[in-house]
């Protein structure tokens, strides 16, 4: 029988130097799109998917991550002296249970692997899912709960994929695919960022993974991969052939926002699906679209 996912890990220890100055003081998983930061938009994902459990691999400079799901007492009393309940409602929403809150400290930045190996006593011998704040995605169903709908079914690794093109398979972990049905593929092989002329697939993993916990003594072995780093991808293709391993093309629409163009695709096109902001962004575009 499957065991169902209770917990999941936010690597949140990089530095975010493709957005400095900016994050030079401010963690990248605080810049926001619309109104909310990235790792809220995360955080949320993760909650309405049913994760009870939010485990947070932190660095240093990372206190306001911390700070915003804590609980801010000066603010909410202001609040609620200003009778703004819906704001102080919307406020203490962002606090998980109590004890359903972790962090640990990845120490040195060596890798998504090793910050998913950091994680490893908290985590325990379960499956678990993984999300990267910088992937943003829109959908009407949440894409960590399409994944866990396949791995209730299926049981094993789901990772969510998307076709990039040929010419980017060196920015991603590519999938050799042992069968494809157009949503879901079986994997026989992974590879972290091969050129193009040597990619198996153009089928590439995106910031959301179910894992079984047999993930960590890969990852104990700290063999360094593609950059120097120990690499998530090179620990999840060890495991390939132990247990079902699939990835899901998900249903909804990525933005990576650890780029500074699909951090502003993003801020554009979740502001057009609020109804107070839609109208007023659909006129400003609309006057640069004719200057």
Known sequence: MTKRVRKAVFPVGGLGTRFLPATKAMPKEMLPVVDKPLIQYAVEEAAAAGIEDFIFVTGRAKQAIEDHFDISVELEQTLAARGA??????????????????????????????????????????????????????????????????????????????????????RYGILDIASDDGRLASVRGLVEKPKPEVAPSTLSIIGRYILLPEVFDHLGRAQAGAGGEIQLTDAMARMIGGAPFHGLRFEGRRFDCGDKLGFFEANVAFALERGDLAEGVQRILAQYSQS
């Open 85 to 170: 309940g819906d704001r102080l409602a919307e406020i203490k929403a962002l606090r998980p249970g109590a004890g359903r809150i972790a962090y640990t400290r990845q120490g040195e930045p060596l890798g998504l692997g090793h910050a998913v190996w950091c994680a490893r006593e908290l985590v325990g011998d379960e499956p678990f899912a993984v999300l990267l704040a910088d992937d943003l995605v829109l959908a009407r169903k949440p894409c960590l709960r399409q994944l866990l709908d396949v791995h209730e079914e299926t049981g094993g690794n789901v990772v969510a994929v998307m076709d990039v093109p040929r010419a980017h398979t060196s």
